[in-house]
């Protein structure tokens, strides 16, 4: 199996389309970067105690207005106890124009990485057939389910260096461009009422890991279609649609209580954290055993249709 995933890696590392995306994040980040220093603020708000005594003024009149949702007033009588909180240890919030605030809002560039991811899950089975190098693999000892979980553990592999490469990169630019010196600032949650301080880079790695779910899942999907039809341009299409589409798909259908066995719905574990699930009644351990599900059958459809069907015809 090592062997077979070596290989995989090296067909990885030989493939111009493989530098390619890795140049275009780099690419990405630094551009991101430079344009957050020179053309926003140029230095965080000073006066920040001012801006939070501002905020929660709003926060109090939204907590006294009753034209206003529950779920409006949960929110902002969270934001009122993290901001009195914040005052009260002298804690500063993350802004965009600091280090931790970069990296964060760089967290938004996963969803890059998942379009490449889907295009690496896609093209990989597929194009064996299509190129007819399938046959040279299949003339080798080992079985099919270890050639296909080969390919799927460097395509993934490929896909977690893209979010390590993001993480670094990030955080290389947001310190030479914002400074170092926020390394230590702490990151609030507001968890049930009660604060609680997180190093940010537990933080940092709990938003990646939680956005990298929907990733995950959409290179698996990918990677099914790949094996299955043996076409890469329908396995990134179809993966490319549903990843543009397929959040907003699930917002126009959370009014009704089925959807929340779709798999676009169960992705963003975050709405957990924020406590507003899409649909009413669900959970985190729902939508972990709904993902597994999911996870499982693709994987399932996948090793059929390699093992199964005749590939050399």
């Known amino acids: 199996m090592m062997n077979l995933v070596r290989n995989e890696n090296m067909k990885l590392s030989h493939s111009i389309s493989t530098w390619i995306m890795m140049g275009i994040l780099v690419l990405i980040i630094v551009v991101a970067g430079l344009l957050t220093r020179f053309t926003g603020p140029q230095a965080p708000i000073s006066d920040w105690k001012a801006e939070l005594t501002i905020q929660n003024q709003a926060y109090k009149q939204d907590l006294t207005n009753p034209e206003l949702p529950k779920m409006v007033k949960d929110r902002s009588a969270k934001e009122l106890q993290t901001n009195e909180y914040r005052l009260k240890n002298d804690i500063q919030p993350v802004q965009g124009n600091s280090l931790w605030g970069f990296v964060e809002g760089m967290g938004g560039v996963i969803s890059l990485i998942a379009l490449f991811a889907i295009v690496m899950g896609g093209k990989i089975v597929a194009n064996e057939f299509s190129e007819g190098t399938i046959k040279l693999?299949?003339?080798?000892?080992?079985?099919?389910?270890?050639?296909?979980?080969?390919?799927?553990?460097?395509?993934?592999?490929?896909?977690?260096?893209?979010?390590?490469?993001?993480?670094?990169?990030?955080?290389?630019?947001?310190?030479?461009?914002?400074?170092?010196?926020?390394?230590?600032?702490?990151?609030?949650?507001?968890?049930?009422?009660?604060?609680?301080?997180?190093?940010?880079?537990?933080?940092?790695?709990?938003?990646?890991?939680?956005?990298?779910?929907?990733?995950?899942?959409?290179?698996?999907?990918?990677?099914?279609?790949?094996?299955?039809?043996?076409?890469?341009?329908?396995?990134?299409?179809?993966?490319?649609?549903?990843?543009?589409?397929?959040?907003?798909?699930?917002?126009?259908?959370?009014?009704?209580?089925?959807?929340?066995?779709?798999?676009?719905?169960?992705?963003?574990?975050?709405?957990?954290?924020?406590?507003e699930p899409l649909v009413k009644g669900m959970t985190?351990?729902?939508?972990?055993?709904?993902?597994?599900?999911?996870?499982?059958?693709?994987?399932?459809?996948?090793?059929?249709?390699?093992?199964?069907?005749?590939?050399v015809a």
């Open 137 to 275: 693999l299949l003339i080798r000892p080992s079985k099919r389910w270890k050639i296909l979980i080969s390919k799927y553990i460097s395509v993934i592999g490929y896909t977690l260096l893209m979010l390590l490469v993001l993480f670094i990169v990030s955080f290389l630019v947001g310190g030479i461009l914002f400074s170092f010196s926020g390394a230590g600032t702490p990151f609030l949650t507001n968890s049930s009422g009660k604060i609680i301080e997180v190093n940010m880079i537990v933080h940092i790695v709990q938003l990646y890991g939680l956005k990298s779910i929907n990733l995950i899942m959409m290179v698996t999907l990918a990677f099914m279609i790949s094996t299955v039809f043996r076409n890469s341009a329908m396995a990134t299409g179809v993966g490319v649609f549903l990843l543009t589409v397929g959040n907003v798909i699930t917002m126009m259908l959370t009014k009704y209580n089925w959807s929340k066995y779709m798999l676009f719905t169960n992705t963003d574990l975050n709405q957990y954290i924020s406590g």
């Open 284 to 311: 985190m351990k729902f939508s972990v055993i709904v993902l597994i599900v999911y996870f499982i059958i693709f994987n399932v459809i996948s090793y059929i249709g390699f093992t199964k069907r005749d590939i």
